[in-house]
């Protein structure tokens, strides 16, 4: 791909996709860790003298139809404050837009725009025609193609990859391509189902696979073990048991010896240490132990590379968040090059404060997950098409 740092772009109008889509809580941005993310991508075009318009989405609105809730106003009073400059809103942008050198503006929220979503060709020539440049940076929304990730690219005059999308794949590229070994994996999370692609692929990658939630807990019960009432997908087993018999790829899934139980996530529940195959026929497993734990966060102590995506309990509940707890610290703490991604996991990241130690945490959650599976992302795609014909500076 092309890369926005090659370019030329003083002077240029440069529209930039960016992901923006941050939890606003009375009409304030309540967390800026997607904003702050992007801020070197636009300051170095800002500061290139680039006539700067960013692209966003935020939430999930009704395409053709308006909505104040789900405008990105907060979103542009915050980013003006972070960074220190004037930056508005421009409802109807796709009728034009005047932003002088040096300058910047965000759109309105893009999934307003009717054709968003189903890459609409009209819609992304619109898109096209605003600018010299079109800089895909939107790692988190990369796997969907949509007029303003994939479709736009295909039609503006230069197409390239943005430095936080840049970054992003190359170091999933490193953590998967060519890792450090051993190469670890955890995979948490409710449902087999939601994950599937992502299980069959990591098993024939890496050298041991860590499961967690929904997912351990059918795997437990493919190995014979009762979970009692614990989250499961039963029409799975079969899979479980042929990902543990090794038909998928020869990685190490090492199972869970003992688990925190509850009869329910009530807020006044509390947990019972019990052995794997001790599990109660109304009892739910919503953690893992502490031996178990350990077991864990030594294998990841010894790993060359770790890739983690969800957690491995209910890390939301106080009685059930120690086993994410320590892995979390776990993969901070280990020498290897570690790389997370995924809501829940950035979440459990935040909770346990281990940000700053790990070496990579992607935005993207959707693309993250398509990406473990080894498919090609269509916005990436449509920037690798664009590549050959692409002239730097032209």
Not at 217 to 240: K, M, P, Q, Y
Not at 279 to 296: S, Y
Request: glycine fraction near 10%.
């Amino acid at each position: 791909m092309m890369d926005m740092t090659a370019l030329d772009l003083r002077d240029r109008r440069v529209l930039i996709r960016e992901d923006l889509n941050a939890p606003i809580r009375d009409g304030r941005v309540a967390s800026d860790k997607r904003l702050t993310a992007v801020l070197p991508t636009l300051d170095g075009a800002l500061d290139q003298g680039a006539r700067v318009m960013v692209m966003s989405h935020l939430g999930r609105p009704t395409e053709g139809e308006y909505d104040a809730e789900l405008s990105l106003a907060p979103v542009a009073k915050r980013l003006s404050e972070l960074l220190q400059r004037d930056i508005p809103l421009v409802r109807h942008w796709l009728d034009g837009m005047d932003v002088v050198p040096g300058e910047i503006a965000l759109c309105e929220n893009v999934r307003f725009e009717v054709g968003e979503k189903a890459n609409d060709e009209r819609l992304a020539k619109r898109m096209a025609a605003l600018c010299d440049v079109f800089v895909m940076d939107a790692f988190a929304t990369a796997h969907r193609a949509h007029a303003s990730t994939a479709g736009v690219a295909r039609f503006a005059p230069v197409a390239c990859a943005g430095p936080l999308l840049a970054a992003e794949l190359d170091a999933l590229g490193a953590a998967l391509r060519d890792p450090r070994r051993p190469l670890v994996a955890i995979v948490g999370g409710a449902k087999v189902s939601t994950k599937l692609e992502v299980l069959k692929s990591l098993s024939g990658r890496v050298d041991e696979l860590i499961l967690g939630g929904g997912i351990a807990n059918t795997v437990i019960a493919a190995a014979g073990t009762d979970i009692g009432r614990s989250l499961a997908e039963h029409g799975l087993i079969d899979f479980a048991a042929g990902l543990l018999r090794g038909e998928y790829g020869n990685a190490s899934i090492p199972l869970p010896s003992d688990v925190v139980c509850a009869e329910s996530l009530a807020p006044d529940a509390r947990g019972r240490l019990k052995a794997v195959g001790d599990v109660g026929a109304d009892e739910m497993i919503l953690d893992i132990g502490p031996a178990t734990a350990a077991d864990f966060a030594g294998r990841l102590q010894d790993a060359g590379t770790i890739v983690w995506n969800g957690p491995v309990g209910v890390f939301e509940h106080p009685e059930f968040a120690a086993g994410t707890g320590t892995i979390a610290d776990a993969v901070a703490a280990s020498p290897a090059y570690s790389i997370a991604g995924g809501g829940d996991t950035l979440a459990a990241i935040e909770q346990f404060d281990v940000g700053d130690r790990i070496s990579c945490i992607s935005t993207g959650g959707g693309a993250f997950l398509e990406f473990l599976e080894g498919r090609r992302l269509p916005a990436v795609a449509a920037l690798e098409d664009r590549a050959s014909s692409a002239v730097p500076g032209a």
